[in-house]
């Protein structure tokens, strides 16, 4: 069990950036794997990134890729999602999510899916205006 508080969202225009911040607490922070999900109005929850504690291996989305950058500070025991050259297709609900790392490395399109993650976040509002 592992309880994530997301922060940092807010309102921006194209162009610009934020930084969200995803907080850990209840187990060991090194033994989850972490990732960031969004959901606009309307859609579906999707994969944003996520970073591998065994390998500090990360993964994007294609839409996001050389824009955002997810990182970690395990002292803190937080995760981070930065992003850069915001778009309006970009506004969304933000959450972080948390799974159990896997025994064996599963592949890459395991960390993608939603249903494999079972802590999630509250969830920060991200909007962008044109």
């Known amino acids: 069990q592992v309880q994530l508080v997301e922060s940092g969202g807010g309102l921006v225009q194209a162009g610009g950036s934020l930084r969200l911040s995803c907080a850990a607490s209840?187990?060991?922070?090194?033994?989850?794997?972490l990732a960031w999900f969004r959901q606009a109005p309307g859609k579906e929850r999707e994969f944003v990134a996520a970073?591998?504690?065994?390998?500090?291996?990360?993964y994007y989305a294609d839409s996001v890729k050389g824009r955002f950058t997810v990182s970690r500070d395990n002292a803190k025991a937080t995760v981070y999602l930065q992003m850069n050259s915001l778009k309006p297709e970009d506004t969304a609900v933000y959450y972080c999510?948390?799974?159990?790392?896997?025994?064996?490395?599963?592949?890459?399109?395991?960390?993608?899916?939603?249903?494999?993650?079972?802590?999630w976040g509250q969830g920060t509002q991200v909007t962008v205006s044109a």
């Open positions: 999510a948390a799974m159990d790392r896997p025994p064996v490395y599963p592949g890459s399109s395991y960390y993608k899916s939603k249903f494999v993650y079972k802590s």
């Open positions: 209840g187990r060991t922070f090194s033994n989850y794997d």
């Open positions: 970073i591998v504690w065994i390998s500090d291996m990360t």
